[in-house]
């Protein structure tokens, strides 16, 4: 018996020992700190993080939606991703921390993660909590109720954070991108069409939602730089049908062809993002780099 404790005791310690820790900071690529990994207010509230007590002083939640919120709110915990490196979480994620505080609800019940924007680890956190959440843009604020995902605020609020809120706990609420969850969706239970006839359908199925050719993109380079290729390129292609008069698309498919190696496909993408708009420096500067790489 003695034993048994002293090994539970010890697997407790180890345990412990690799938890993963608060505030993890590091050096981002132009050289600027990042936090990544579980986070809290302490590690947002650091001096060379002023944007974070700005936009929280700055901001004003809608009183009588605060005061709904405090009642509502009593069985829910959030789970949030944001990126200390990203424009709209350093705007929604301080004014998310004011709501949270006016409406009185614990921050033990928030979980908050920031996640990497670098090739190696695009939209990733290195405890892996994005693992299954389909996370494809920050801010994401994730409602859960009983353990169950209820709905999520992706990026941005429809009206405002206090609205947003109070929506999802009236079950009355549609977040943004709906496109690309139907991308997601599918992908999960049906997987991508092949067909002309199956692609063409999917397109004027998404036409209605996807608003720019943005959405797709990032889904597409998220699946890329977790090297499934086939997919990125697939939702890539679906895309430029989606936008064909947008040079965006196109430079964005040829610059994945190019990382691939497959240079005649990623240079006849250049040319053709070129013809669309001449004067579109990213699409020069793939085409010069393929120019070069030949000699």
């Known amino acids: ?71 509502l709110l009593e069985k829910y915990t959030i789970t949030a991703f944001m990126g200390t490196w990203c424009g709209d979480s350093k705007r929604e994620v301080p004014r998310f921390y004011k709501l949270l505080e006016e409406a009185q609800f614990p921050l033990e019940r928030l979980t908050m993660v920031a996640v990497n924007r670098g090739k190696e680890a695009y939209k990733q956190s290195p405890g892996g909590e994005h693992e299954g959440m389909d996370i494809f843009r920050v801010p994401t604020f994730v409602i859960y109720k009983n353990g169950k995902e209820v709905n999520r605020i992706i990026e941005s609020p429809v009206v405002s954070l206090e609205d947003d809120l109070f929506q999802i706990l009236q079950k009355e609420y549609t977040p943004n991108y709906q496109g690309v969850h139907q991308m997601i969706d599918l ?53 430029l049908q989606l936008f064909p008069e947008e040079p965006g698309p196109i430079r964005s498919l040829a610059s994945k062809y190019a990382e691939m190696k497959e240079t005649d496909t990623a240079r006849s993408l250049y040319k053709k993002a070129l013809a669309i708009a001449p004067n579109d420096e990213l699409a020069m500067k793939g085409l010069e780099s393929l120019d070069k790489a030949d000699n």
Do not use: C
């Open 187 to 239: 992908m999960k239970t049906k997987g991508l069409p092949h067909s002309e006839k199956g692609i063409k359908k999917l397109v004027s199925k998404l036409e209605p939602t996807i608003e720019s050719w943005y959405e797709l993109n990032t889904l597409s380079n998220l699946l890329f730089y977790k090297f499934q290729f086939e997919e990125a390129i697939a939702i890539g292609q679906l895309n």
């Open 1 to 71: 018996m003695r034993i048994f404790i002293i090994l539970f005791v010890l697997l407790i310690a180890e345990g412990l020992s690799y938890a993963q820790p608060f505030n993890q900071e590091f050096q981002s690529e132009n050289g600027t700190p990042v936090l990544l990994g579980k986070i809290n207010w302490e590690g947002l509230a650091q001096e060379h993080y002023p944007w974070f007590q700005e936009n929280y002083d700055t901001y004003q939640p809608e009183s009588a939606l605060v005061d709904s919120l405090s009642r």
